[in-house]
């Protein structure tokens, strides 16, 4: 990855904006070994993450990233960690979160293999 700021940078918009547009498209970003933890609840699979993010309790979101921070790693991929706040069916208090994301790449391109997502309270 020539400049992979710009990279983490690109993933991140394109991953908020498919999760706020519509978390089913969110398959894409997966493969079989993908893995997730979300406020401490593990799953692994595609379909499995998409469930979970697709079933969370809020009908629509809206992610703003404040900061992405980003390592190459041994796997033609990047560690991308991300802070910033979202809001849930319009309401008026932003909740703050961190992300991590582990990025890998196969024959196909870049997917995640671990996500890793905390509110901060």
């Known amino acids: 990855m020539a400049d992979i700021q710009a990279f983490a940078t690109q993933f991140t918009q394109e991953y908020y904006s498919t999760f706020d547009g519509n978390r089913a498209d969110l398959a894409k970003f997966y493969r079989p070994a993908s893995m997730l933890t979300f406020e401490s609840d593990q799953v692994l699979g595609v379909e499995n993450i998409v469930a979970k993010l697709v079933g969370l309790p809020f009908q629509t979101v809206k992610h703003a990233v404040s900061t992405c921070d980003v390592q190459p790693n ?15 069916d319009g309401e008026s208090n932003p909740l703050n979160f961190t992300q991590v ?21």
């Open 74 to 88: 041994n796997n033609n991929g990047a560690l991308i960690l991300v802070t910033g706040q979202l809001i849930t």
């Open 101 to 121: 994301f582990q990025i890998f790449s196969d024959g196909t391109g870049p997917f995640v293999f671990n996500d890793l997502f905390k509110l901060v309270y």
